[in-house]
Structure formats: structure tokens, C-alpha cells
């Protein structure tokens, strides 16, 4: 009778030690700005190790061709992407000129290789004619990252305008972000601090990243 309790309370025992503790719910635990930029980091890498199988829906398939789009601008002569700035126009009066901004081209050469501000020389006698000593002027840049409305301005005097009344909020700049599914989480607060970076090149600068 001794021996069977005591068989009885080493099971029970044996058995406590290998309850598993409680995990914490994620649902109350807070997410750290760190811990969500770790986790967006795994994803893109795991994204790229993916990118190479098969888009299956319309929406991937479209999106791997803008990929590939961009990617062949970024290494094109000058004179093919002046064409395709040129078809891209949006609006033009004699001051001002509204261009669609491809996606991954820088406007300044920072680094090398081909940026907006070096083909806009062929971009205007495409316009005006190759005989044309008009000059086109980025008013307002966009990052290299993003693609959309890029005003260009036919003179400094334009230029000086157009600055200026961005200098005291006379004008609208809007921001889209189109994503493939639904982000996760849908908002939130970034605080993850700013590093001012220094960037070299032919215009020496800093960037804030």
C-alpha cells in the first residue's frame, strides 16, 4: 500500500514538472517600435527569398511587372528615359511643367548613374525642339522611393515662386501608400528615433533615415 502511493504521488509529480508556464497573451502585451521594425526586417527577407517564385494573382503579377519596370529605368540611357518622362507629361503651360515620377530614380545625382535632373536637358528639346535653350528646373522633389507628380519649372524665377509659397503652406503635398493585402498592424505610432546620415558623392550632403 506504501509503495503504490508513493508511485502514485512521484507521477504526480513528475507530472506538475512538465505543465508549460502560461505564455503571455499578445494581445495585451505592447508592441515596441524595436520589436515591430525587427519583425517588417524578417519579412522583407523572407519576401526576397519568396520573390522568385510565380506572382499568382492579378494584383502580384501587376506588381512584379512594375519591379522589373523600374529596375531596367534605373539603368537605361539617358535618352530612353527623356522618352518616357516625355509620354508621362501631365500638364505644361509656359511656366510650369507636371511630369509622373517613375519609381527608384533619384531627382539629383547623389551617388552616380542616371537621376531626372540629367536627362531634363534632352527632355526639353524633345519638347521645344532640339534648337531650344529653354531650361527645365525640379521645383519641389519627390524621394527616389516614391513615383508620382513631379513639377518642373521654366525658370528659377518660377522656381523662387513656387519655393516660396511652400515655405509658408500655400501648398498641398499628398501622400498615398498602396500595399498588397492588409498592413499589420492597420496603425499605429512610430518612434523609433532619426539618424542623420552623411552622404557622399557630388553633392556632398546629409540624409535623415
Given at each position: 500500500?506504501?509503495?503504490?502511493?508513493?508511485?502514485?504521488?512521484?507521477r504526480t509529480h513528475t507530472t506538475a514538472n512538465h505543465i508549460p508556464s502560461p505564455e503571455p497573451d499578445e494581445r495585451t502585451t505592447p508592441l515596441r517600435a524595436i520589436d515591430l521594425a525587427k519583425k517588417i526586417r524578417q519579412e522583407k527577407r523572407e519576401e526576397e527569398r519568396a520573390s522568385k517564385t510565380t506572382p499568382t494573382t492579378p494584383q502580384e503579377k501587376r506588381l512584379s511587372e512594375l519591379k522589373q519596370f523600374t529596375q531596367q529605368l534605373q539603368n537605361v540611357h539617358p535618352n530612353v528615359l527623356a522618352k518616357h518622362l516625355h509620354k508621362t507629361i501631365l500638364f505644361q503651360n509656359k511656366d510650369v511643367i507636371v511630369i509622373n515620377k517613375p519609381?527608384?530614380?533619384?531627382?539629383?545625382?547623389h551617388g552616380g548613374g542616371t537621376c531626372i535632373s540629367s536627362v531634363l536637358p534632352i527632355l526639353v528639346k524633345m519638347m521645344d525642339g532640339a534648337k531650344s535653350h529653354s531650361e527645365l528646373l525640379p521645383c519641389l522633389g519627390l524621394e527616389k522611393e516614391v513615383t508620382g507628380t513631379l513639377l518642373l519649372a521654366r525658370s528659377q524665377e518660377v522656381v523662387d515662386n513656387i519655393v516660396y509659397l511652400h515655405k509658408?503652406?500655400?501648398?498641398?503635398?499628398?501622400y498615398w501608400a498602396v500595399t498588397v493585402g492588409v498592413p499589420v498592424p492597420s496603425e499605429g505610432?512610430?518612434?523609433?528615433?532619426?539618424?542623420?546620415?552623411?552622404?557622399?558623392?557630388?553633392?556632398h550632403h546629409f540624409k535623415v533615415t
Open positions: 500500500m506504501t509503495s503504490d502511493v508513493a508511485r502514485a504521488l512521484s519609381y527608384g530614380i533619384p531627382i539629383g545625382d509658408y503652406n500655400q501648398v498641398q503635398r499628398k505610432v512610430i518612434d523609433i528615433p532619426l539618424m542623420e546620415r552623411e552622404i557622399t558623392g557630388t553633392r
